[in-house]
């Protein structure tokens, strides 16, 4: 007979039951998604480690910074423990190397770096600061022989720690009169974009998750506003939207709401929409 205090299994996060089912009926992702498996469970896992950070900001300084085009977050609000840092970042890198994401070269540089004192803490500060405060940004010099895949891991590796970051400010601070093409909490790149049922698109930082309102006519990289320049097509199911900007030969995915009748969920959509990063590198674009 169970115990009576015996607690049923928690159910799995919607996300990585999505990635599940994406699996299933679609082998040709198959790997991708359990890249992306193994990535959120252990981002998962930080996540639920890191404190909530307490992030005081006075109104008046938040409309200058908004008013200025200057991200709200700055390093040192960031809750980082670098002991817990420095593990996240080598067990990323595991995590990469194990699905052939990242070269054995690579892998065995990136893990030399985390162990070597303090090697790798100047080169976190710098790759955080060169989007959200470039006047800070230090001489710190990634190695060379690994500096893509550095970006790569230290980007994956502080995203626990920054998405914390923006679920606190998002609920204090408003970002409705913020239409610049970078992410207004730590100044990240748009990875993806959810078309809203009010007919908005808005963008999603690749760094930090945060969210923020950018004209649907005008390309997120460049600011390219010629219509003529912006071609777009739809997946065959309806759920996803190709920008492209002929411009800077760039590209943005979007994930319809109305039609998906879901939450965008960035890790799921990025892999399912693999195939149009394929099309649009085929014809010359990039991400």
Known sequence: MPNATTRAPRAEPREIAELRRLKAT???????????????????RVQARVPTPWIEFAADWL???QEAGRPLLRFEDIPLDWTDFRL?????ADVLRRF?????????VLTALSRRGQALEPLVVAWFNAAAAPERVTGAAPPAAAAEALEQVIGLAMRPFLVRCAEVVQQRANFRAWERPRCPLCGG????????SAGERLLACGRCTARWRFDAAACPYCGNADRSRLPSYSSTDGLYRLYLCDACRRYLKAYDAVAGGRPLMLTL????TLPLDAAAAQRGYRA
Not at 269 to 272: E, N
Request: glycine letters at 0%.
């Open 26 to 44: 679609h082998p040709e992702l198959a790997e991708a998604a359990d890249l992306h498996l193994a990535l959120l469970d252990l981002r998962r």
């Open 189 to 196: 790149e748009p990875e993806f974009a959810l078309l809203t």
């Open 100 to 108: 052939d994401a990242l070269e054995a070269a690579d892998h065995e």
């Open 88 to 92: 996240v970042f080598r067990q990323t």
């Open 63 to 65: 409309e200058r910074q």
């Open 269 to 272: 959509d990025s892999v399912a």
